[in-house]
């Protein structure tokens, strides 16, 4: 077949309808450039989208970065020479936005900048006791060794942990780490962050009421929280407040609202329990609550434990903060 008689047929014809841009005029050569053109746009766009995409996953997904360009060029002097009977890793890592040294002690690693130095070699010495009288009050040991990072301020703490603004302190979800704002940092906080770690892992996880929570914490993180003086100045304030909140306000996340009176009343709260009933009643309210095998809420273990309802209970306290004063 010669290639007149080729064009002449229907194969030629079928040809060109398989490849649309078969380069038989002008106009479809035209067509095939301006396809390509766009075939490349295409490509590009693409790959720049891609690259943004992977750009932003190491961003947010950044794993902690041993020493590199980025930290400091010269080691702190307290790395070569630690305070006594002190560890301190010779690695600083990069985190939040920060270059954090780390201190270990028996049951804390505590995460600190260089300007805070020497706050964290003091919460070094006070940790581990604070630790072990919590453990001695729960009967409980935990897993450790605990974090706990000393960041510049609350804010700081908002965007680590995306809790409230207004906290000093912090104990997140995932495994307990603690984050304490430095300047709002003491003992005290410790202890109460503390205490809510015991507490939830007494109770493996199990509910309980923000009241008793937060009051649990403020009864074993206040000092002198059982001397006369502490206790007529905590009834005292409730005495001479407008209203009270009751305990099902209190279920309602308004602690932060009014937290002068908020944390004084759930504290208040513990007291008048131990002061009715002993400090023992309280401790086997726990050991009831997160046995195995109970599966009661906590107010039915409440109930069960002191032998009257909560509503009971708390026309007790009331009339209580009404009359008490240790006043001698």
Same mark, same amino acid.
């Given at each position: 077949m010669n290639v007149q008689k080729f064009l002449d047929t229907n194969q030629f014809y079928s040809i060109i309808r398989i490849f649309p841009y078969h380069f038989t005029t002008p106009r479809q050569v035209l067509r095939m450039y301006h396809y390509l053109?766009?075939?490349?746009?295409?490509?590009?766009?693409?790959? !720049?989208f891609l690259g943004l995409i992977c750009g932003c996953w190491s961003c947010f997904f950044k794993s902690p970065k041993q020493y590199d360009s980025n930290l400091p060029f010269s080691k702190p002097d307290f790395l070569d020479?630690?305070?006594?009977?002190?560890?301190?890793?010779?690695t600083p890592i990069e985190r939040y936005k920060q270059v954090f040294y780390i201190c270990e002690t028996k049951y804390? *690693?505590?995460?600190?900048?260089? *300007?805070?130095?020497?706050?964290a070699f003091n919460s070094a010495k006070e940790v581990d006791s604070a630790y072990e009288r919590l453990a001695d009050w729960y009967q409980h040991q935990l897993i450790t060794p605990y974090e706990i990072y000393l960041l510049p301020?609350?804010? $700081?703490?908002?965007? @680590?942990?995306?809790? $409230?603004?207004?906290?000093?302190?912090? +104990? $997140?979800?995932?495994?307990?780490?603690?984050?304490?704002? &430095?300047q709002y940092y003491n003992i005290q906080t410790v202890k109460h962050e503390l205490s809510h770690l015991f507490l939830r892992k007494k109770l493996r996880e199990r509910k309980v009421p923000i009241w008793f929570n937060e009051g649990l914490a403020e009864y074993l993180s206040t000092p002198k929280v059982n001397s006369d003086y502490v206790q007529n100045f905590i009834f005292k304030k409730l005495q001479n407040a407008n209203n009270l909140y009751t305990w099902r306000d209190l279920e309602r996340n308004i602690m932060l609202r009014d937290a002068s009176l908020t944390y004084t009343e @759930? !504290?208040?709260?513990?007291?008048?329990?131990?002061?009715r009933y002993g400090e023992d009643k309280l401790k086997e309210l726990l050991e009831l609550y997160s046995g195995r095998n109970y599966h009661q809420s906590f107010?039915?273990?409440? &109930?069960? @434990?002191?032998?009257? &309802?909560?509503?009971d209970l708390e026309q007790e306290w009331?009339?209580? +903060? *009404?009359?008490c004063s240790f006043q001698k």
């Open positions: 053109l766009r075939m490349i746009g295409f490509y590009i766009g693409f790959t !720049l020479h630690p305070p006594e009977g002190m560890t301190i890793h010779p804390f *690693k505590i995460h600190f900048v260089e *300007k805070d130095k020497d706050l301020d609350k804010s $700081t703490i908002y965007r @680590v942990t995306g809790e $409230t603004r207004d906290l000093g302190g912090v +104990v $997140t979800q995932r495994r307990g780490t603690m984050f304490i704002a &430095s @759930v !504290l208040s709260i513990i007291l008048f329990l131990n002061h107010i039915g273990a409440m &109930s069960q @434990v002191y032998g009257k &309802s909560q509503i009331l009339d209580f +903060v *009404k009359k």
